[in-house]
């Protein structure tokens, strides 16, 4: 079945006005034809009838010249003039030829050319026997050769009238036969023009018929294709603004129907249940239009059967004219009846039936009508597809709807604060979360600029901002993210995270901010670096009491060593004294003694030097103001009686300004302890000796120093300088080699530092202390 | 072992005192040096004069300590001589760090007395 049949298109009117207009040109060329053939041969009707005036006059002609000729050899045959025998040669030769000329022409009739040769005899029987010997006669007569009576009997005889009288009867045969011929040429050629005329005004008549049915069958055809057009056009037009497939089906069944005399008609849409296991469609009820069962129904069929579902796996119309009775009924409130004709119609969309359009009628469709349903029918197949595709548009934009809200409570129970703005800094949506945080209500920040939320500089600054970045496409924060300062509606400041993506929707490019208050985390962050703070001051503290707890172990080390070694050989050299004495060996016990007695005073040396240690120690003590060079006067008297003082050269340079706070017993300590070394490591071996005492300002600070030429301190002791229990000069002078230890913890709890510096001939130490 | 030249290095002149006495009540012609450092009897030994065949050795002593010595020794010496350590230290670390030395023969805790030298001399 060719589905274009049913096309608006297919019924071309230019087809069937082309083939009108050729009818008629064919019947007028055929007309022409028909002419021009009955002119031609009235044409040589007529010229037969002039070939029989020619014939007739021809032969009135010989007669003439036959009745001259023998009149001119009369004429002669009396006078004896030779003029009446020029005229008689003349028509001699004429006549002869003239009956030859006739001969041609009447040699279509052979009873006429008959004729014309025993006329032809005659005259030459007549010229042998009669003329020309006559003429010869009276010619001798003129010569004298023959009588008078011989001529006169000539003339009295005249035998040649008998054979001229029958020359002109044998013409008057002749030319009663070209008469009878001539009025029978006369007759055929009239019977033959009025044939023609008959048949021409048939031929018009057909025109005229033809063309003016032409002109029915057109207008007939245009008014069917504008009313299908127009009901075409109007449906489609109606079925455009519904939006679902019941609507759909209702406004095209109530436009539709009436128009037809179909009297009911359903809708079915038909989905192909590709899941089932078995090959299935469902087949659901639209709408229907005169119709009993108006319920909705949703069948499955399997494919290919029952019609509807036939038409749909065919994808072909489908016509039961010889509906039987138990198939279907149209009803009404009056009875039942059976359908004279069902019409099954398959709606098609991009190759797949997408529905069936059923109807049922007592007659069959009129041809219009057939043409308006199955145009409608290929037009519905894309807009039913559209109507689909709709309510499924429909059904998803629910969806995101309810998304966008979910979203949109996703964004409003939002801990962080969530700001879209557009390329132009405009403010496009604020959430509850920033609502809090700003203080602002969205409809006072949407539609705002952004900046109203920053601070100065940014407030400034962002537009620059944001048309830098649309210039060069350069990110600063954008996916990086960074602490800054914000500003709430009330001009207070708070610090926040703020992390910015782009955001591309639709091509519109919009920037969202998610914010964040930091202040707890702030103060979280300060409570947590002074916690570190307090963390590093507890680990510094840790450090000191460790290096203490070791200082403490090499003392506890120490003294025990050096706490009982004088001890122990104290005891030895007392049990030694004793057995010398009971050896009566005095001398050993002296030595013994003496020993025992240098041994404990050094026991004692150092338990001075411990103790002061640990009064050091513990001591606090507030800074007070000092006189410098009074401590070294009194230091220098306390120290007058160690042994070699004397033999040193002091010296004293003391240049301070205003005066000078400071913990004044560590000061004096590390003074006191600075000189006894002086003196007691002197280099005996010099000359001179000499202590130089300096008391200066420098870099801001209090700078003590003293030098001297003694012994100095080796080279590689140098580091262990000052720490404790170290002696370096064993055999000079005892220490508890805690002396320069001592200095040390003193200048540090002075917050100042001593220094020693080994110069060409000596020692110079240096206490500074920061003023 | 013959001992003949006995080197003490001891920063104490008491403690000096009791081991001379000693090792001279143990065997009278034994030659007694002394040293009052580490760094003393290091230049004592470098010269050809001093020759002992055994040394007693205090580890507190300034400039340069018992370990110190004895660490800077056995770089510079053969081991022949023998190294007694004399004390009054009984730490263990003492111990152990001194025991570690091939040369150290003896750890003995101060006041030395003779019978202690006459153990020492015999093996």
């Known amino acids: 079945m060719n589905k274009n049949r049913y096309s608006v298109t297919a019924l071309n009117i230019k087809y069937l006005l082309w083939c009108g207009a050729s009818l008629s040109a064919l019947l007028i060329i055929l007309l022409g034809a028909f002419a021009q053939n009955n002119l031609d041969s009235s044409h040589s009707d007529n010229l037969w009838v002039y070939h029989t005036y020619e014939a007739i006059i021809d032969a009135h002609k010989i007669v003439e010249q036959m009745v001259d000729m023998e009149a001119n050899q009369r004429g002669f045959l009396i006078t004896g003039q030779e003029d009446f025998l020029t005229p008689f040669k003349e028509n001699k030769v004429n006549i002869l030829k003239n009956i030859a000329n006739l001969k041609t022409t009447v040699s279509d009739n052979p009873p006429q050319v008959a004729i014309l040769e025993s006329v032809e005899r005659k005259i030459h029987n007549w010229l042998d026997t009669v003329g020309s010997p006559e003429i010869d006669v009276r010619r001798k007569f003129d010569r004298g050769e023959a009588s008078f009576d011989t001529v006169a009997s000539l003339l009295i005889n005249d035998s040649g009238k008998q054979q001229v009288d029958e020359i002109r009867e044998m013409f008057l045969r002749f030319l009663s036969v070209e008469e009878s011929l001539r009025v029978q040429r006369r007759q055929q050629t009239l019977s033959s023009q009025e044939y023609t005329e008959i048949l021409l005004m048939a031929v018009v008549a057909l025109v005229i018929s033809s063309t003016l049915l032409i002109v029915w069958i057109t207008t007939r055809f245009i008014l069917n294709n504008d009313w299908i057009k127009s009901h075409h056009s109007t449906i489609v037009k109606n079925l455009q603004d519904t939006t679902t497939l019941e609507a759909f089906s209702d406004v095209l069944l109530s436009t539709l129907m009436p128009l037809l005399t179909a009297q009911t008609a359903t809708l079915y849409s038909i989905y192909t249940d590709t899941d089932s296991e078995r090959d299935c469609h469902t087949i659901y009820r639209i709408g229907a239009y005169g119709s009993i069962a108006l319920s909705k129904e949703t069948i499955a069929f399997e494919k290919g059967r029952g ?61 219009r009508e057939s043409v308006l349903v199955h145009s409608v029918a290929e037009s519905l197949g894309i807009m039913i597809n559209n109507v689909i595709a709709s309510v499924r548009t429909d059904t998803l934009l629910e969806k995101i709807k309810t998304s966008e809200e979910r979203s949109s409570g996703i964004i409003d129970g939002s801990v962080d604060a969530i700001i879209t703005i557009g390329q132009d800094g405009i403010v496009q949506s604020f959430n509850l979360a920033a609502e809090n945080m700003f203080g602002y209500s969205a409809v ?15 407030r400034n600054e962002h537009d620059s901002y944001l048309a830098n970045y649309s210039d060069t496409g350069e990110k600063k924060i954008i996916g990086i993210g960074r602490e800054v300062v914000a500003r709430r509606k009330d001009g207070s400041f708070f610090p926040m995270d703020l992390s910015i993506s782009e955001i591309d929707l639709q091509g519109r490019t919009l920037f969202g901010g998610i914010i964040r208050d930091i202040t707890a985390r702030r103060e979280a962050e300060e409570n947590l670096q002074q916690a570190n703070a307090d963390i590093t001051a507890r680990q510094e503290a840790e450090e000191n009491l460790q290096q203490a707890n070791a200082e403490l172990e090499e003392f506890a080390y120490r003294t025990s060593h050096d706490l009982r070694s004088p001890i122990v050989s104290s005891m030895r050299l007392l049990d030694i004294a004793n057995e010398s004495m009971t050896k009566q060996d005095h001398e050993t016990a002296k030595k013994s003694l003496s020993h025992a007695q240098a041994s404990l005073k050094k026991l004692d040396t150092l338990l001075t030097d411990i103790l002061a240690l640990t009064a050091a120690k513990s001591k606090t003590e507030s800074k007070q103001v000092v006189d410098i060079a009074l401590m070294i006067d009194e230091a220098l008297l306390k120290m007058d009686h160690m042994e070699g003082f004397e033999r040193l050269d002091i010296q004293k340079n003391i240049s301070l300004k205003g005066t000078f706070s400071v913990k004044q017993s560590r000061l004096n300590m590390i003074l006191e302890n ?83 510096q080994r110069h060409e001939h000596g020692s110079i130490f240096r206490l500074s202390v920061p003023v | 072992m013959e001992v003949s030249c006995v080197l003490v290095v001891d920063d104490s002149e008491s403690d000096q005192f009791i081991s001379k006495l000693m090792i001279e009540s143990y065997a009278p012609n034994i030659v007694v040096l002394s040293a009052y450092d580490g760094q003393e009897a290091l230049e004592m030994l470098a010269s050809d004069e001093c020759k002992p065949d055994l040394i007693f050795l205090d580890i507190n002593m300034p400039r340069m300590n018992g370990h110190e010595f004895l660490e800077e020794y056995n770089k510079k ?25 091939t040369c150290v023969k003896t750890y003995l805790i101060k006041p030395l007395d003779a019978s202690q030298l006459g153990a020492i001399c015999k093996t």
């Open chain 1, 307 to 367: 019609l509807i579902s036939q038409c749909f796996t065919e994808q072909e119309e489908i016509k039961v004219t010889d509906v039987p009775p138990a198939y279907f009924d149209i009803t009404s409130s009056l009875g039942r009846a059976t359908p004279k004709e069902v019409l099954l119609l398959p709606i098609l969309f991009d190759n797949s039936t997408i529905a069936v359009l059923e109807m049922a009628s007592f007659a069959s469709l009129p041809n």
């Open chain 1, 444 to 458: 006072e920040v949407i539609g705002e600029n952004v900046k109203i939320l920053m601070p100065s500089p940014y």
């Open chain 1, 674 to 756: 600075l000189i006894s070394n002086a003196i007691k490591y002197q280099d005996a071996s010099k000359e001179s000796s000499y202590i130089a005492i300096s008391a200066y300002h420098e870099d801001g600070n209090f700078v003590l120093e003293v030098k001297d030429n003694g012994l100095g301190i080796p080279e590689n002791q140098q580091e262990k300088l000052f720490s404790m229990f170290k002696r370096f000069h064993p055999r000079i002078a005892f220490g508890s080699g805690l002396g320069l230890y001592l200095m040390k913890k003193s200048a540090d709890v002075l917050e100042g530092k001593v220094s020693y």
């Open chain 2, 77 to 101: 010496h053969d081991k022949e001589v023998v190294v007694v350590m004399l004390t009054t230290s009984e730490q263990k670390v003492d111990r152990e760090r001194a025991m570690a030395y």
